[in-house]
């Protein structure tokens, strides 16, 4: 069963479509602050939860962090995204059947939800799907 997108996270989406639909040469430069909101970054979570995502190179599992509390370490993951002292670690390489790779356990979730909302903008680019307005590819 899939894990209904929440309202409001929607409608970001709808947005970020439509004005990319609408100016095609538009430069979203500001949706870092989208990225650590309290509502993306729990919806990240459940995805990733939902989807069983294996841990990153730091070995946190999905147990320790429920075990630590889920709200405590959503919030010191959205701290060090607000105020930029995040730093990613180095990328696990793992032979899955969509040959992606996933950092450490704070961003392999937000890495598909971020990808969700980029293709939003992305994916009306004239005559490129997949490109942004203007990429050189």
């Known amino acids: 069963m899939s894990l209904a997108t929440p309202p409001k996270l929607r409608r970001l989406h709808e947005a970020l479509y439509t004005k990319a639909k609408q100016a095609p040469a538009y430069r979203f430069s500001l949706l870092y602050d989208k990225v650590y909101r309290a509502d993306i970054l729990a919806h990240a979570y459940a995805l990733s939860r939902q989807h069983g995502r294996a841990p990153g190179v730091d070995g946190v599992t999905f147990e320790d962090i ?46 598909g939800l971020a990808g969700a909302s980029a293709a939003r903008v992305w994916a009306v680019g004239p ?7 203007g990429a050189d590819g």
Do not use: C, H, K, N
């Not at 709200?71 to 040959?99: G, H, K, M, N, S």
């Not at 790779?101 to 392999?108: D, I, Q």
């Open 66 to 111: 429920e075990a630590a509390g889920v709200e405590p370490w959503l919030a010191a993951v959205q701290e060090a995204l607000r105020t930029e002292t995040y730093r990613p670690q180095a990328v696990r390489r793992v032979l899955i059947p969509d040959l992606l790779t996933y950092p450490s356990r704070e961003m392999s979730g937000f890495r």
């Open 127 to 133: 005559g490129r799907p997949g490109l942004s307005a």
